[in-house]
């Protein structure tokens, strides 16, 4: 060969040496890529965790490589000119929009849409089911999957507002789990967020009810700003109807008590207000099988989780039949065949 | 020494531009650049969002495929047409004759993407402050400033990705015909993309046997890290501390890279017959 | 061998090859394909000429002298640089086999960027680019892209191109293939004027009516070794001089009387040839013939055709 060796493995050397010094900047660069929180987890992350749910997000992944965005973008708009034109409701439609979450998991709004899709959408076309035991089982099952799609992207988006925002409300306003509510809720309050966050938690402690901590709470929001009305009326309607009994409880004249509610179940015998106060009040008395017999009339006049969860809760206590709610339904059933997700 | 070296870098470049081909991507870029804000519109709500992902996608996109496309041709065309014998018959070393292409190839793409870039950018300044007007603060936007800003910066990462990917293209057409050139560099490229999902599958304490983590450790070792140019997350985000040190390291990295890969290619071309 | 005793202590060495080879395998019979071992030494100021049929390693040698290949074995130098150095290539030209060149670029083009590589610049570089063009006969037609190009437009510009750093040395594969005649006779006279002007010529062809006039040494190779090597000269009058008579038409009689006197009768382009073993023998059959009426048109001694040492020392292969 007329090319002499040395020049040729003093070339492959240059390269080792040059690889190896490179290799404590790259690492240097992970490392900073980690603490700046530019590491944007691929869903390839959760394949080595065992995730399996993730396999069609990686191999998308690995297909489109660094234009991950522009297909996730694309393929949102698609899944927004098929709601316009009416198919929202199809798989489909929710299909894509799942796509568009697993493509770009960072972006809030696919996740933020695929929950209140799944949660109140499909939850409310499921009625078109006739069977009634299926249709309460469809109907729990997407409420759940609403809910667990967007604990999902919490896990990409811990440190946004937006999503603990709407896992909080959806259990606030269509789960009507006050607890779980109160608890995402407050989430939020560690980062930039709206103002009306704080009522809504306010509005879910008077739901529990606790109404020292509603109080509390829309006494914050008034601190806050003086001009907002409805923390005012709030709390003007606490004092006005709920707060002596509330008192009262608390000072163990539960028979006082349970009059004063009545005088505003009386008002309004549906309300979710007096009705909770009521069932809470026999509970702190004591009188587990009145308390019992309030929770379920409560949870029957709405979905109410908190309610129905809170009957049961008694009815095991007492010995009771616990009666099957959708929800305890669906979850026997996971137990026995793990039900995959798309 | 340098002077045949900037002959052949401008050779190549004034041929790169009259490409009919290349030509064609840039028109269509810009095309599918000016779209975007069309598109945009179809989003109430996320329209800033849409315009910047699909003009910087767009960007990176049609810049990736010049990349490829003519980086893989830069030197396997000239020895299957023959065009470089009478060059390495006048007085250019093979090392000057791979840099000058190399560098052509850089400025070509590189000159490219500052095109699409100035129209992205005249775009994005033209309709951003309308649109942030119309729509109340979409959640990732805090300020117009700030995405002025991270246009700018994700355009200055696509230029940093974009040389590797030039360098690897070139060096892949030292070795190989100008369609497995192609190939390779698409495949590189798009392992490279996961780079970071084979680190991990490398590392013993998430169950890789020793074997796995020598062979996929060094796989890794050796690949591009294609995710260091990805910043998407602090560019979006003002109360993310990103302080200048970061980028520099990863022009420093990059260049570093690109040095290796051409010298690879460089040993490979001095052996290649001609 | 006996070139090198010849000449090389009085003049200096442009190419040396030392059992140079580049093997490329081996043919169904197991012959080796390539280059096989080639030493020669070539002085400066001299047109050499690299003969051989299609495949014996013309273009393969001459890619080895310009290190676009590697040698297999062996060894080589140009003005006593290795092979492949570039700084020889300053005072060499290349015109290669069927030259190809960047399409998009006209005639003038092509060559400012070539001499660019030289490092050559300016008013004078744009002089020196009509110079040649004119020399080539392409200076009217220079806005024409190299895409556009026949083929004898693509080997005249090539010659330019090969001239443009006014060259000590010249490698040629092919040079008169594709042209028209008269661009052969201009291409013959472009070789011969470098000769004069003190350069050095390498010349690879199988064109050997083209190669005859101008070369002054030859190399026969043959499926990769040189078969002959010599001054033309002493290619083409043979070992044993003898002498040739060559008559006006071809009529019986004269035939007749002819082969009583000579070694040897043949036609040839419509007259006879006769051959003696010497001038006496000869001169004194010119005498007898000519007196007898016939036409002498020509008495001399016996000059062979190249064509005719070239199926000689290549034989049947
Ligand atoms: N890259 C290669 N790989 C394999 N064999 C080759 C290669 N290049 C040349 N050869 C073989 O080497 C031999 C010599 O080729 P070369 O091109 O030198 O011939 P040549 O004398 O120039 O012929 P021509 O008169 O047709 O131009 C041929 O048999 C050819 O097939
Ligand atoms: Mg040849």
Known sequence: ????????????????ILLVLLQPLSDSVNYERLIYGLVRPMPATRLVEKDFTVVPGVIAGAILGGFREIAAAMIWMKSTELWNKGHGTELKYLSMVRT??????????????AGWHLAYNMYVEADKIPDPELRAKRKAQYMQMGVDCLKEGISWNPDHYDLYFELGWTYFDKVRNYDEASKWLSHTLQFEHPEYIER??????????????????????????????????ATLTIHERYLTAWRLMEEGKYDEAIEEANCYLAVAPNNILPLHLKAHIYEQAGELEKAYKWWSVAGKTALNAHARERAARLARQLGKEVPPEPADIMRQEQMAVPERKF | MLRPIYY???ATFHEAWRRRFLNGILVFAILMIGSSRVLMYMQPGAELRMLVDIGLGSIRFFGLLIAVFMGARLISDEIEKRTIHTILAKPVSRGQ??????????????????????AFYGLVRLTAPRVAAAAEGESWVYSLDLMYGRVLGSIGLIFLELFVVTALAVTFSTIFSWILATISTFFIYFVGQMSEFIHQLADPERGATPVAAIVLGTIYRILPHFEIFDMREAILDPARPLPWEHPAKVVIQTCTYVVVVILIGYLFFNEREV | MCFRIRRCCAIATAIRTENLAKLYGT?????????????????????????????????????????LIFPTSGSGEIFDLKLGSPEYKRRVGFLPEGPYF???????????????????????????????????????????????????????????????????????????????????????????????????????????????????TVAILSRGTVRRLAPMSELLSGDSPRYVLTVAGQSEQVQSRLASLATEVRPREGNLEAVYEDQGAALNAANQIGAAGAKILHVGPERRTLEEVFVEVVGGE
């Open chain 3, 27 to 67: 043919d169904s019979e197991g012959r080796p394909v390539g280059l096989v071992g080639l030493t020669l030494e070539v002085a400066e100021g001299q047109i050499f000429g690299l003969l051989g049929p299609n495949g014996s390693g013309k273009t393969t040698t001459l890619k080895l002298l310009l290190g």
């Open chain 2, 97 to 118: 004759f791979l840099i000058g292409k190399f560098i052509g190839g850089v400025t070509t793409v590189w000159s490219n993407i500052a095109i699409m870039g100035v």
């Open chain 1, 100 to 113: 568009t979450t697993l493509l770009d998991p960072h972006w809030l709004e696919p996740w933020r849409i």
């Open chain 3, 102 to 216: 960047y399409d998009h670029l006209n005639a003038v083009e092509l060559l400012r960027f070539y001499a660019t590589l030289f490092g050559m610049s300016g008013p004078d570089l744009e002089k020196h680019i009509q110079e040649l063009l004119e020399l080539v006969g392409m200076w009217d037609r220079r806005a024409i892209r190299v895409r556009d190009y026949s083929r004898g437009m693509l080997q005249r510009v090539g010659v330019a191109q090969a001239l443009l750093n006014d060259p000590d040395l010249v490698f040629m594969d092919e040079p008169t293939a594709g042209l028209d005649p008269s661009a052969q006779i201009e291409m013959r006279n472009v070789i011969l004027r470098l000769r004069d002007e003190g350069k050095t010529v390498f010349l690879c062809s199988h064109l050997l009516k083209d190669m005859e006039p101008i070369c002054d």
């Open chain 1, 1 to 16: 060969m007329s090319k002499s060796s040395f020049a040729r493995y003093g070339g492959w050397l240059m390269v080792l």
């Open chain 2, 8 to 10: 052949v870098a401008k």
């Open chain 1, 200 to 233: 809504i938690i306010a509005h879910a402690y008077e739901r529990k009810p606790e109404m020292q901590k509603a109080l509390d709470w829309y006494d914050y929001c008034i601190k806050r700003n003086p001009a907002d009305g409805t923390a005012y009326g």
